[in-house]
C-alpha cells in the first residue's frame, strides 16, 4: 500500500489525489476517533532548457497539461511556436520542457520562484505590464441566462473531488449551447485554470468561443490568465475584486458572479448576455 506521509495511506479510488488521514472529531463534547478524505498537494518543479523556473504547488494528476498551460499564460509558450518537448517525472516532481530558443531576459528574475497554492499571493508571474499584454476580447458570442445557470449546476455536480475533501478549486470549459466540454480540478484555482488552457492546447481547442467557469473568487490575475487565452465570458459562483471588475471592463470580457439557483450579476461587458 503506497503512503503519503505519516499515517497517511493512499485510497484505492483516485489514488493520486485523495489521502486517508487519521482525525478526531468533535461533535459539542463528545469526540470520535475517525479517518477523513484530504486533497494531496506536491512540489513540482518547471526547468526550461535545462534551468529551474518555478515550482508550483499543486495536486499530483495532469501534470503535463499544467505544465502547458502554466507556459501558455505566462506567454513563456506561445500557441503558435512548435510544441516542445517535455519529460515529466511524477515521482520526483518536476517537468523538464526544451524549447527550440532561448528564453526572454527578462525571466531571469523569475528563477527558482515558488508558487502557492493559495489566494494570498499571486500564483503567476503577475506584473503590471501583463493587463497592458492582454489584448480586448473581439468576440461576438452571446449566451443565455438559462444556459448560465444550468451550466453551473452542471460544473458544480461535476465537482467529486471538491464534495469528498473541500480542498480543491475546480474551472470548466463550456460552450454558449451549454455543453460542459472540460473540467480540471486543483488545490488551486490559477492552477486549474492552467490545467484547461494546457488541455486545449494540446488538444488543439480554440478558447475565443468558449465560456470559463471557476469556482473561486475572481480576482486581478485570473481575469489577466483568461484574457491572454482570450476567453469572451467568465463565469464564478463566487464573488470578483474590484481590479479585476476594472481589468474585464478594460478588456470588454463579460464578466458573472454569484450564480446561484436563478440569480447572478453580470461586472462587465454584459451584450453578451441574454
Known amino acids: 500500500m503506497l503512503r503519503c506521509g505519516a499515517g497517511f495511506v493512499m485510497l484505492g479510488v483516485a489514488v493520486d489525489s485523495v489521502c486517508k488521514v487519521p482525525i478526531t472529531r468533535w461533535r459539542e463534547d463528545r469526540a470520535e476517533e475517525m479517518e477523513d478524505e484530504v486533497v494531496r498537494e506536491i512540489p513540482l518543479t518547471i526547468q526550461v532548457n535545462g534551468r529551474e ?85 473581439q468576440s461576438r458570442m452571446k449566451v443565455s441566462r438559462p444556459v448560465i445557470w444550468s451550466l453551473m449546476k452542471t460544473f458544480q455536480a461535476r465537482s467529486e473531488l471538491y464534495r469528498r475533501t473541500g480542498g480543491v ?43 470559463l467557469l471557476t469556482s473561486g473568487r475572481v480576482s486581478s490575475e485570473i481575469v489577466v490568465k483568461s484574457a491572454k487565452a482570450q476567453f469572451p465570458v467568465l463565469v464564478s459562483r463566487a464573488a470578483p475584486t474590484d481590479l479585476a471588475v476594472l481589468l474585464a471592463r478594460k478588456l470588454e470580457m463579460t464578466l458573472v458572479g454569484f450564480v446561484r439557483g436563478q440569480r447572478l450579476n453580470v461586472y462587465a461587458a454584459a451584450e453578451r448576455i441574454q
Open 169 to 211: 478549486h475546480a474551472a470548466g470549459l463550456a460552450t454558449p449551447a451549454g455543453e460542459m466540454v472540460a473540467f480540471a480540478e486543483d488545490i488551486g484555482r490559477h492552477n486549474a485554470l492552467d490545467r484547461l488552457i494546457g488541455d486545449a492546447f494540446l488538444r488543439g481547442r480554440t478558447l475565443r468561443d468558449s465560456i
Open 53 to 137: 523556473l518555478v515550482t508550483l504547488l499543486c495536486s499530483p494528476v495532469g501534470l503535463r497539461e499544467l505544465t502547458f498551460g502554466f507556459l501558455l499564460s505566462e506567454g513563456i509558450l506561445t500557441p503558435d511556436e512548435p510544441r516542445p518537448e517535455i519529460e515529466i517525472n511524477e515521482q520526483g516532481g518536476y517537468a523538464q520542457v526544451t524549447l527550440a530558443r532561448e528564453l526572454a531576459p527578462e525571466l531571469g528574475l523569475a528563477w527558482s520562484r515558488l508558487v502557492g497554492s493559495g489566494c494570498a499571493a499571486s500564483a503567476s508571474f503577475y506584473r503590471a505590464a501583463d493587463a497592458e499584454q492582454a489584448k480586448v476580447i
